[in-house]
């Protein structure tokens, strides 16, 4: 009898080594292939704190929140079984999406950078729906939009994570893009939440930090000065890291999987520039392959951008004719 629980405990305690060694292994992969959508993610990061602006700070968080929720049933309801369906059912598939998914992150890039030129008219989401007369709808408006947008990201999101995972498969794929899932969504909103709240903190730091004796602000008055001043700025350094990561992703996930459904000349002279200046070093072949790739993100970008200006105001005329 004793002999028979010293081999059952022994068997508990190695299936439990190959479940914690699972666990990292579903861990590490999903940090790893969340480390591919980094574009993605700081766009998603500079994005999100706009629907909250202009709103009462003690709403914010919980907007934040159910948001967050969103963008996790996102993920975890509609674009992960979508995408698993489809490589399943039509596993070639897989490098199409990716290339209209780069595509539409070359698109978002691009357009913004046109915008900021001066190339293309801005445009700007408002707050004040036509139906929302109340606290209550102005929130489910700004949650459901919100949701919407972030419907987009998350597929890119699951989309390029899901092609960092092309040597796993079964239990072990699924299990990694349900971590990426949720790692991102709690790293993303978490990192919102913090960025949201820096100016409060800031203003109350500045107001509770006043001396009395002489009614002077103190130093940490003036650290709380710093941060409101400062996060405008952090809030602007992340959007433009965010539009060139978009653009420098976007490039090289189009050019990659064009040469995977039969088109390589991008893929060749990519190629070959990296060859070009191998000699130089690691370092040096990975930023000619960012730059290249952020170039042709671009230019793709610009192109798609004034086609859907064109194809736009084409729409516009033949409704007014009509």
Known sequence: MSGGLVALLDDIATLAKVTASSIDDVAANAVKASSKAVGVVIDDTAVTPQYVSGLSPSRELPIIGKIARGSLINKLFIILPIALLLTWLAPHFLPFLLVVGGAYLCFEGGEKVLEKLGWLPGHHEDHEEAGATSAEE??????????????????????????????????????????????????????????????????????????????????????????????????????????VAMLWVGGHLVIANLAE?????????????????????????????????????????????????????????VRARA
């Open 261 to 317: 459904v039969g088109v390589p000349v991008f893929h060749h002279v990519l190629e070959a520039a990296e060859h070009a200046v191998s000699g130089a070093g690691g370092f040096v072949t990975w930023l000619v392959e960012t730059l290249l790739s952020g170039v042709f993100g671009v230019i793709l970008g610009a192109v798609i951008a004034w086609l859907v200006v064109g194809a736009s105001a084409l729409v516009r005329r």
């Open 138 to 243: 102005l929130e489910k408006s700004i949650v459901s939009s919100a949701t919407r947008t972030d419907l987009i990201l998350s597929a890119e999101i699951m989309l390029v994570s899901m092609a960092g995972l092309s040597n796993e498969h079964g239990v072990m794929r699924v299990a990694v893009l349900i971590g990426v899932a949720f790692f991102m969504t709690f790293f993303v909103y978490g990192l919102v939440a913090l960025l949201v709240k820096a100016d409060d903190v800031g203003l109350r730091l500045a107001r509770g930090a006043l001396e009395p004796e002489d009614n002077r602000p103190g130093p940490v008055d003036n650290i709380g000065r710093t941060i409101v001043r400062v996060m405008p700025h952090v809030f602007s350094v992340i959007g433009v890291v965010g539009t």
